[in-house]
């Protein structure tokens, strides 16, 4: 399997009758790994189902993949719950759903390095955080850093999506928004084993929501509600692989991924055993979302006047219903 920027594929075993474009967040990467997983293993494919995955470099990361599903191009993408909220509160809004939560507990965190002085979020203040400038993302964090004690005053750089760990080491910002199973990891075989502060969500009084996603489009739902059946069935198969032996889905992974990282099965198999813990539920369910979660979530915002319209109008409690926004159908 090959998902680079040259967008090869894998040639079905046969002719598949279903096809579906799924648009990733980020180069593929170990928080993808059960649809990586899944598609190497040939599940998709055994179901009669052929997955074209769409690699955000192929476009330098222009268009983000909730809006290649608003505009239709794809029929799946990988999204934080921010995309979701986002979508549906405009004024033309698109009705994208989440239909699956990749991973059950959230394994972000803002981080500094050990050598910033900054040993908690209130010590941000009046420093550079390097921003993704995703939707709500700094409003968040301003927010995490006076849930601290501090004044939420930040001073916003956006570099490019993959210098992050780069800006942080050449003093060009002095914390940013990572996964720990990915980048986290990356600290370690990439950056000489950097040392870092990591300040996760929950330790500082955010709820966070689910992160990441697989969204559809409500129309897609509708019309292509046997293909996505299967394709989240495929799925879930690939993320129960990776739950029950990482070690062995790393090293399908390392052989198969067409990408730098994946090339180092110590980092994929360190990587896959931290997302292992956070892949079920407490009763053993992959992919159930909780509608507390995205009430808790959207709540918070609103209280924080973090949730505003397009014209900038703060949002009120009852304005978003939350249930709109995801779907457990296909895990019923």
């Known amino acids: 399997m090959s998902i680079g920027t040259d967008a090869k594929r894998l040639t079905p075993k046969f002719q598949t009758h279903m096809h579906l474009k799924l648009a990733l967040d980020w180069t593929p990467n170990t928080l993808h790994a059960g649809i990586l997983l899944a598609d190497a293993r040939g599940y998709y494919q055994d179901d009669n189902l052929n997955l074209e995955i769409i690699n955000p470099a192929d476009d330098n990361y222009k268009v983000t993949p909730a809006k290649k599903l608003a505009q239709k191009q794809v029929h799946l993408a990988i999204a934080p719950s921010e995309s979701v909220i986002s979508f549906n509160m405009r004024k033309n809004p698109a009705p994208l759903l989440a239909i699956t939560a990749n ?69 060009k910002a002095d914390a940013t928004w990572v996964f720990l199973p990915w980048e986290g990891v990356k600290a370690k075989y990439e950056h000489d084993n950097l040392q870092y502060h990591a300040f996760r969500m929950a330790d500082y009084g955010v709820p966070y929501g689910y992160s990441p996603l697989i969204i559809s489009h409500q129309d897609f739902i509708n019309d292509e509600n046997t293909a996505l059946k299967i394709f989240l069935q495929a799925t879930e198969r690939g993320w129960r692989d990776v739950h029950d032996d990482p070690e062995k889905a790393a090293q399908v992974l390392h052989k198969q991924v067409d990408q730098p990282e994946f090339k180092n099965l110590d980092f994929i198999i360190d990587s896959l055993k931290m997302i292992q813990p956070a892949l079920l539920t407490a009763n053993g369910r992959w992919g159930f979302m909780e509608g507390q979660r995205w009430v808790n979530f959207i709540d918070w915002m609103i209280s924080h006047q973090i949730l505003k319209d397009e014209e900038g109008v703060p949002m009120n409690h009852g304005q978003i219903d939350s249930s709109m926004l995801y779907t457990n159908e296909f895990f019923k």
């Open 103 to 171: 991973l059950q507990q959230d394994t972000s965190a803002i981080v500094a390095l050990k050598d910033s002085e900054i040993e908690r979020p209130a010590q941000m203040d009046g420093r550079r955080f390097a921003s993704y400038n995703a939707r709500f993302e700094n409003d968040i964090v301003r927010q995490m850093v006076k849930n601290d004690g501090g004044k939420g005053e930040l001073e916003i750089t956006n570099p490019e999506m993959l210098s992050m760990w780069d800006n942080l080491v050449e003093k």
